[in-house]
């Protein structure tokens, strides 16, 4: 309701706006009558403060990922992952990137959160399957998003990054593991192979971006178990945004509308 | 080397000969020598005697399957799985089937072997996200392929009947649970209808065969876990097929060369 | 034009409202001023009377349907079809269901309509194919969408049921069979397979929802001369809903505008 | 067997060889002894005379090509076929036509056997749509296979010309049809773009070849009606080559085997 | 602004408006106050003046083209394209054309501009690859797009005529050069396939719209330089659509948005 | 003709065997009786020897490539290439590989010649296209298959090394950059991204192996030229294979038969 201002400042998106007005029902439905606004000074509000998080507390998370690291017995992996989150400049950005832009663990935190339940589900299926060589898998789940944080800026909201729209988070994960690598000579060559492709082959199919498909068994498994961490939570948030539904609305990500079981199973006995 | 029979009698494909003959070393290679041959007497071979089997024994597996239904604990699901599984005739197919003709787990037991690591694969990850109904999960599990049962017959080699054909171990599936429904009378259709829609909508996009894709987590997470371990038996096999190469030769079920690990990491220091 | 009503009445979607008004010329165009309104009772009107519906009564076309199976002179799929049939809710529901939720022949009663007219091409085909089995053809061509009947309600507008959803027609659609099939004792096997497959098979490819492909002629005619039926109608109405331009407006079942003959050739002296 | 001949004569593709030998049997299998052979001289045998060809008179069918052409009541369009099939020099040519290389109707007289058969399929479709022209669909029958004229040659098998590698058979059969109306100077320029139309877009999508998908009814009947035409004759051809077996050798046109229903059904009383 | 109007008139789409009224500034915004409007008389403007246009003068491109056509040494090919722009309606049709209704070079001139661009790109490359036929080439992409003069109508805006749609510039753009051939009675059969080819093969893929794809090396350069020249031009609008931003807004054209260098690379000092 | 040897060696492929023995003509045909052979010592022959060659010389073509970088005006760029190729190693390898395994330019100096081929291709239309920043572009078309030196080994053939198979050269081609701009600490990070984006987008399409589609017009300019070289020679390596056929042989690159105008034309009087 802009009827009582003379002029409306033109603001540019993402701009974070201070406003002086009342708020009333009309018609069965809120309405605010701005009175005075004006853009808030930076001390006041930053944009970031406005976007979404993860319900759990960054450092805690982070802590986790170390414990995990730290129960990597390979000590050429576990140098590689000491070295790459011992960096402050990478943890610090580790700790506050989303997982994705908008199509699942898209909020402040969202990376470590993602990886932290990919991780549980690797340690799982490691022992599950034998024959599967459990620390490498684990340095792919750890690593596999790392260039997401130079992917993703964030102020009002996500955005891909210039080197996130030219480079890419796989190609650009790569590269962070290779500028560390410089620093760790006696890491074997093989095994610079086998994480490097962890990383490029991830998304698992060239259409999906990935310039390599998966060639060894871990390298496959990170792949089917990222996929189907990231459809588990779209399809948890999708669930939660719809509550009292028995279908809910379509989501862009899975591109369908969700069976909501509670609901849905509401009325049956066990 | 047939040089001196005069006549070899026509055979059709599947049966099992009889031959007495000698076998030499000529320039550096096997050879037999065939002297006499005809067609086997019943009494002396089947040719389901020559058809590849699981290295673990059925009647073991199916106690571990009987196992993991005992502890389903939802009333309905459980005994809806008792019913099938109590079925004598159904149970005696379902510990010879393969899970398929040639793709993964070709072998008698394969189904059994495939149905076990994945309900360990279920038990794992319904664990690991705290919303996933377990049971509901397991019970999808266990019956996804139930359909396999009609529709690979096996006599000299596996081969698809005129059920698998014509119908297909989907359709199939559904089919068997629903016969079974008939005589349990107070299962909720609620649950019908879940269990139907993972049986049918476990090969997770209509191009691969499912007439719906799945619509709710558990669905879409027996998707995931069923074709991750189709391919991870898949790529065991194939590795296993060339012990001492670095790369295997093609598998046609993944349509890719494999790195084997164990080749290329020989000479690296842990 | 709400402006003389204080509060609008938050009404649920498919409710029917009761208005008082005036309809009154302003600048060219109809305005409807409403002076009251209310949500209707249940004695006054239900939503279902404002679905469209077939041209065609439905009972004559019912019977219609009735003298075509009359004419099946195998008496297997003659029976089959008459207990179908001459099921009370069955019936009842078939002479109601639209054909599709907007791609064609959605108004109440446009499966009888549909089925009808592709029993007639399927006539003609089998007359002009002589080795085509006219009888199973037809029994393919009436079973085709019955699974229908469950996968679309219709309050004041069409939907997926949950068992549409989850199940689909065409599996719905074997359950039937099926079901039916219980107190048909002699019904050969080989039957019951060449049904059941028909009835899969009849959206011709993986990609349209059908778990199989047809695999014998009849199978593979019933699905083009399905196609066919459903987009002659498709176009048919398309072209209706543009009388007076040469090109019609984009139809979204066939994704693309047509060109109306009539306007286009009405200047082309025969 | 060609062990007593001390050089075997180079021959190119195509030539018809003249041979005197033996007929034997050996091991129970016929074997031919070639005595003596030599190319054959063109007043013996031509590459032609081994052929396959319909088992039609094409005379016989040309003049019931006639016959439906003058049943057209349509005096332009009647016009123009009239004017098309009373040139000498197509109408030799369409009698001997097959209408394809490899996938259906691979045989001398197969084009016009499918225009026959496509015919009666399109007389019996615009009697069962009030609303199609019969006219205008007749003409887009008989005129849509017109360019295999100019694109396949056939020596001692068939191949495509160079006419037909580089245009094609549906811009070769607009040009024929171009050049004929250039005689015809009252026929309406919006029935050729209709007649072009349906010629040009006939195999119904862009990737099967048409530069433009159909546009009106008669344009989409025709495209299906010719599909179904030509994949029934494919299965008729392959289950025909298969006759004793369940299910017949894969057909490369469908890209499946068939279930031969003649062996299927044998054991089922009607 | 339409407040002061008691009755608005109803326009076709495409009429022009004369407008009498006050252009003032509202809240920071350009506003018109309209007092009188009518449908323009004929003489006063016509809808085409409105029409986007190249910033090259039509007469002088045209004579670059005869240039270019004169430089032709082959006197078959030079030939031809004498015949084909000596044409006086086929020239004024070609100064006025856009190249493509909304994709590239969309503006009445952009055809001519467009070829204009492509015969250089060709000249380059015939130089450069020794064994292209250069008037071949040439010749190819003067008449490539020749259709278009037929194919899009322009009144008000672009839009494609009943030729352009049920027949398409391809096939089009044949038919005009078969019809210069008639009165062209040397101009060998070879050269006359190899025109029509590149003319029908010019969109590369079946799934673009070209019948056939390009069987030899000038029709596929004509292909692909053709293919970068309209990309390019959609690039170039693009980026100059969007002039102050680091990335453009979305190309419906490219499917992407496009980094605008001269903003990207303006704090590099060279 | 191996009768005459007792014991055939097994050699394992790769190796280069000496061989004396006799060649005859029987039967119209070349024959080689094989008297002795044994593996070649290696001073005698390297398998290298019988690889394909370029035939051009690499020195001869290396310093044209340094010409071209030469011209480079901008100094940041001209500075990247000139510490790449200044690079002794790469220089070696740069001279010797193929442009690929078997698509186009398949022999050693293949890359060279191709990357000479296509700078002279950017050379031109960079004039072409006045906004076209040339030395970006040429700096693309230099670099952008650098990765090859370390995807494609040769032996007695060409084949993928693991870093080929596992990492590819797109990504390995960003390694070789940024491994050298780390010596060049002014080089501007927005030229770093540019080629970068450049080498890894320019296969055009995520489905090609790109991770990225082109961004800006050098980088698309540099994929469509890339392609048509690779093309153009694939077809001219075709062409050369067939030379006295009107259509020559599959090519496997292009999946298609060409026709070869040479013998197409032969009989144009021009």
Redesign the interface.
Known sequence: MWDNL???P?FSPGSVIKIKGRVQLY??RVQLSVMQLRIARAEEASPADFLPRSARDPEEMFTELRQIIASIA???LRGLLETVFGDAAIAAKFKRAPAAKSMHHAFCGGLLEHVL?LC??CQ??A???K?I?RDLLMTGAILHDIGKIEELGYQASFFYT??G????H??GG??IV?EKLRGLPGF?E??R??V??MI?SHHGH????????P????A??LH??D??DS??EA??AT?AASPDQ??TARSPALE??????DY??K????
């Open positions: 003379e002029t409306v033109d018609r069965n390979d000590t050429h339940s549980g589900l799982l299926a022992a599950h399957y024959t060589r210039n080197e729209q030219l480079i890419g796989l190609v790569v590269e290779r074997p093989e095994y192979l086998l490097e492709h490029l060239l259409e999906f971006g990935s310039p390599k498909e060639l060894f068994p871990e496959l498994m089917y178990l996929d189907l459809k588990m399809m948890r669930i028995e279908w369908r509308s969700l069976l909501n079981l849905f199973l009325a049956v006995k066990v």
